[in-house]
């Protein structure tokens, strides 16, 4: 069992930035894919950000230039920089792990992007 917990959520100006992070469990976190979802209201839940255990990584189109994931395997932590926050990036965001056939998820963290 892996349990994600995030941190860094809040309210924001348009323009602003946020750092989420997300602790994970677990001896063999440097093999796991990691990623960043989130689900606004009425709306989808998305893949915003993935990073996989050699590092790679993709967005999706709309962060693509002012998000940007990164991971450190020695603390089991996966982050989330945000700037240039807009108000459509207003929405709960979610880590997210797999590994092989399983997949987990952390309980969210609201992100709103208001003046």
């Known amino acids: 069992q892996v349990h994600l917990v995030e941190s860094g959520g809040g309210l924001v100006q348009p323009g602003g930035s946020l750092r989420l992070s997300c602790a994970a469990s677990g001896s063999i976190f440097r093999r796991y894919t990691m990623a960043w979802y989130r689900q606004a209201p009425g709306k989808q839940r998305e893949l915003v950000a993935r990073i996989t255990s050699l590092g790679s990584t993709n967005y999706v189109d709309s962060v693509k230039g002012r998000f940007t994931i990164s991971r450190d395997n020695a603390k089991n932590t996966v982050d989330l920089q945000m700037n240039s926050l807009k108000s459509e990036d207003t929405a709960v965001y979610y880590c997210?792990?797999?590994?092989?056939?399983?997949?987990?998820w952390g309980q969210g963290t609201q992100v709103t992007v208001s003046s």
């Open positions: 997210y792990a797999n590994f092989l056939t399983r997949d987990y």
